[in-house]
């Protein structure tokens, strides 16, 4: 392998790394859910919390902490991802607008830093290395346990979502939702475009409030937006949670026709994509390249966005879903070392692409992949204040640009806590560096 000077190393949670960021040329790939560290514990009280491996995936946790009556706040969209991946990048879902990204809602780690030291932070001990573990690409340390905060978990779900036409009138409702306390508990939204029978492909798991005109609905050709959300509840409050949600949706401008429901117990709607992983498993279209593209957009442009992304840029959603949602920056600890834009409300959108091995169509990963480079640059030209969520840069000017004021405080780190710049190469952060080239990078 060569000097211990010219290791690397990197830390592999479930897979699901981006570009080969979890890659380490020539040097040593931890996976880290082979490290058999203590089991998932559980502390009931005032402030519950669960102390977890780093290796340890959502859906164990969401399983183990259902035995005491207590979930984790925040999630992904999907379970089976490991806690110090998400939390190494930020684990953003539904509940985000209420509590936050998941990096909002974990009271301390365990991290092993780049020189190898073993060291416990939290908010009030070593508070730098925590702030930059959380959302730092795996820049700074390797997160070996970590306290998740917990709350009471409840039994069922309403889940419901609508569609709409227009864009301006989808994120004013979207917008609206998130804006107050007694609202519902999880809101997302995606778009599609040119989709055949769209409400008919969704009556397996959804029935809607006026069957005869759902079944009349046409969606062909048309691109359209749904607005999905869930109010979580126990089986003794469905009278009032049914009146909460009726109060909602009266204030909404969806197409009424639309309008679908389902009531489905807390971890199925949890763990809802895994559904979706099984049957793409069984047809061999699951161990496929899937070049996604995780953007945060600013309230104030994202009307252009939509505009021209979905008007123009794309023709079809078929290559995977699209999610579109607001979530707010009050929510989100500024001194991590997540970078989102600059105004109060943005939204994430994801282009959660699939593509077909060896074909050359518009399902093939070229075809995907130019198309996600003409969404970039018409971020870039037409200047939105657009930044990367799961970033890929090829340099470190580009880096720079993404880190923005942040730039220094994130090489300040990189020397203290990785001098040697052996932790998660993948990225393509930082070079090769030693101990006294940091004032280089830094000028």
């Not at 496929?288 to 992304?309: T, Y």
């Not at 123009?312 to 995977?320: A, C, E, P, V």
């Amino acid at each position: 392998m060569g000097p211990a000077t010219e290791l690397t190393i990197a830390a592999r949670g479930h897979g699901h790394s981006l570009q080969g960021q979890a890659q380490a040329h020539r040097g040593v790939v931890i996976n880290m859910e082979s490290l058999q560290g203590p089991k998932t514990i559980v502390h009931t009280g005032k402030m519950p919390y669960a102390d977890v491996s780093g290796g340890e995936l959502w859906i164990n946790i969401l399983h183990e902490s259902l035995k005491h009556g207590l979930a984790p706040k925040s999630w992904t969209d999907y379970l089976h991802l490991t806690v110090g991946g998400t939390l190494s990048n930020a684990g953003i879902s539904g509940q985000a607008f209420r509590h936050g990204p998941q990096i909002n809602n974990v009271y301390q780690l365990e991290v092993v830093t780049g020189k190898g030291d073993i060291i416990t932070c939290s908010e009030t001990q070593n508070a730098d290395l925590f702030y930059g573990v959380l959302g730092g690409l795996g820049q700074f340390g390797i997160i070996t346990r970590a306290r998740i905060s917990l709350e009471p978990a409840p039994k069922m779900v309403k889940w419901i979502r609508v569609l709409y036409s227009e864009f301006s009138i989808f994120s004013k409702d979207q917008e609206h939702l998130t804006s107050f306390k007694n609202s519902f508990d999880y809101i997302e939204g995606f778009v599609i475009i040119n989709r055949t029978g769209l409400l008919n492909t969704w009556r397996s798991s959804f029935n809607p409030r006026e069957p005869l005109q759902a079944s009349q609905f046409n969606s062909d050709g048309r691109t359209l937006y749904c607005l999905e959300m869930a109010k979580y509840f126990n089986p003794d409050e469905t009278h009032i949670v049914n009146q909460v949600i009726e109060s909602l949706l009266s204030e909404l401008s969806y197409i009424p026709s639309t309008l679908l429901l389902s009531e489905v117990p807390y971890v199925d709607f949890l763990d809802r994509v895994h559904v979706s992983e099984i049957k793409l498993r069984a047809k061999g279209l699951w161990e496929v390249p899937h070049p996604w593209l995780n953007l945060l957009i600013p309230k104030s442009r994202i009307h252009d966005f939509a505009k021209e992304v979905f008007g123009n840029i794309l023709r079809d959603t078929g290559n995977g879903p699209i999610l579109i949602y607001p979530v707010n920056k009050s929510k989100w600890n500024n001194r991590t070392s997540l970078v989102t834009p600059q105004e109060d409300i943005f939204y994430l959108v994801a282009f959660l692409s699939s593509a077909v091995p060896s074909s050359t169509g518009t399902d093939g990963l070229e075809h995907i992949l130019t198309q996600n480079e003409r969404i970039l640059d018409f971020c870039e030209g037409a200047r939105l204040g657009m930044k990367q969520y799961l970033p890929h840069y090829s340099t470190q000017d580009k880096w720079q640009a993404h880190f923005g004021p942040k730039w220094e405080v994130f090489v300040k780190r990189k020397s203290k806590y990785d001098p040697l710049a052996i932790l998660a190469p993948g990225q393509r952060i930082f070079q090769k560096a030693t101990p006294f080239s940091w004032s280089r990078i830094l000028a």
